[in-house]
């Protein structure tokens, strides 16, 4: 079966908190290196109620603390967030404590709204234009000591200097991050989940585009998705009216803790609401094991996707724990 992994935002349920949110993560993340998981990464966002991940560096370190077989890493470290050397020195130093079980994943987007990308950004000279390439570019050359003699760099190391960088992805959800990821000889991690790009389109893209690079010497494409498994198909229905009243929430510019399925079932719905609940469900995965493999598998043959990486955002931390026991033993 295709190798599976685990994409983690730390949610926070309602009534609950963002600190007990972080705790559910590395007791989630315990389970997924006994049961088979070969990758274990954790998101950056920002002022966001209803996620606890905003520093996925430290967040990795604490993982990796806690499991010994999985990989674990960013899904992603935001790009334009950051100074590059900063990047550099905070991976190298997992990379150094935890060798070879790191990944570096970036993202081109700030993973919040305008302000706060803004009280993020700054002190480094914000520009309005995409710098993503500016800063990878900026990224490698560190890494690889390429910046000319005179170059005001040319003698900054990022430390540990005898630690390499762990591998690069690059995640995206679009044909133009398809191609960039190709073209820079990254691995890549499309956002079924949420794109709104074909995903086999996409693999396409970057298969056909890729350039052999230090950090992957051939292409390598992860689908990541959205699935909630459960013992029946009902019960899996139910787990995922939490996520029906977040997209609702969130396209209303409502950024709330998840609520229970209780309360999203009781919700008064627009036929706009009920509209954009079944949009969203044709990216999710809901059922039970025997659902969810019919609905996985054309979908990974269409990709051809070398990995699934599977994001669980409901109120139920045993809940979510469940579906990802139930997962494993379908992908064993």
């Known amino acids: 079966m295709t190798p599976l992994s685990i994409l983690d935002l730390s949610p926070v349920s309602a009534g609950s908190t963002g600190a007990q949110a972080l705790r559910n993560s590395l007791d989630l993340a315990r389970l997924a290196d006994g049961l088979g998981y070969v990758r274990y990464w954790v998101a950056e966002h920002h002022n966001l109620p209803a996620v606890a991940s905003s520093a996925p560096d430290i967040m990795i370190g604490q993982i990796a603390a806690v499991t010994s077989?999985?990989?674990?890493?960013?899904?992603?470290?935001?790009?334009?967030?950051?100074?590059?050397?900063?990047?550099?020195?905070?991976?190298?130093?997992?990379?150094?404590?935890?060798?070879?079980?790191?990944?570096?994943?970036?993202?081109?987007?700030?993973?919040?709204?305008?302000?706060?990308?803004?009280?993020?950004?700054?002190?480094?000279?914000?520009?309005?234009?995409?710098?993503?390439?500016?800063?990878?570019?900026?990224?490698?050359?560190?890494?690889?000591r390429g910046f000319p003699a005179g170059h005001p760099f040319h003698n900054v190391h990022a430390m540990p200097a005898d630690v390499p960088l762990p591998p690069i992805y690059?995640?995206?959800?679009?044909?133009?991050?398809?191609?960039?990821?190709?073209?820079?000889?990254?691995?890549?991690?499309?956002?079924?989940?949420?794109?709104?790009?074909d995903a086999a389109e996409a693999m396409k893209l970057y298969r056909d585009n890729f350039r052999p690079s230090a950090s992957h010497a051939k292409p390598y494409a992860?689908?990541?998705?959205?699935?909630?498994?459960?013992?029946?198909?009902?019960?899996?229905d139910r787990l995922a009216k939490t996520v029906d009243l977040n997209i609702?929430?969130?396209?209303?510019?409502?950024?709330?803790?998840l609520a229970s399925p209780e309360d999203a079932a009781a919700y008064d719905y627009t036929p706009v609401d009920r509209a954009r609940i079944a949009q969203n469900r044709t990216k999710l995965s809901v059922g039970s094991p025997a659902t969810v493999k019919a609905r996985l598998e054309p979908l990974i043959a269409a990709t051809q996707a070398d990995e699934v990486m599977v994001m669980?955002?409901?109120?139920?931390?045993?809940?979510?724990?469940?579906?990802?026991?139930l997962l494993a033993k379908l992908f064993a």
Do not use: W
């Open 170 to 197: 690059l995640l995206g959800s679009s044909d133009y991050s398809a191609q960039l990821a190709g073209q820079i000889g990254a691995a890549f991690a499309f956002a079924h989940h949420f794109a709104t790009f």
């Open 222 to 236: 992860i689908l990541g998705t959205h699935v909630i498994c459960a013992d029946s198909d009902d019960e899996a």
């Open 312 to 325: 669980t955002m409901i109120f139920s931390h045993e809940a979510r724990k469940h579906s990802y026991e």
């Open 248 to 257: 609702v929430r969130r396209a209303k510019g409502e950024y709330l803790p």
């Open 69 to 144: 077989r999985m990989r674990i890493g960013s899904g992603g470290v935001m790009l334009p967030n950051h100074a590059p050397l900063m990047v550099a020195e905070r991976f190298k130093v997992l990379e150094a404590l935890y060798p070879g079980r790191i990944d570096l994943g970036l993202g081109r987007a700030p993973g919040t709204d305008p302000a706060t990308s803004y009280a993020l950004r700054r002190r480094q000279g914000i520009s309005e234009e995409d710098d993503f390439l500016d800063r990878f570019n900026e990224l490698m050359l560190l890494e690889t």
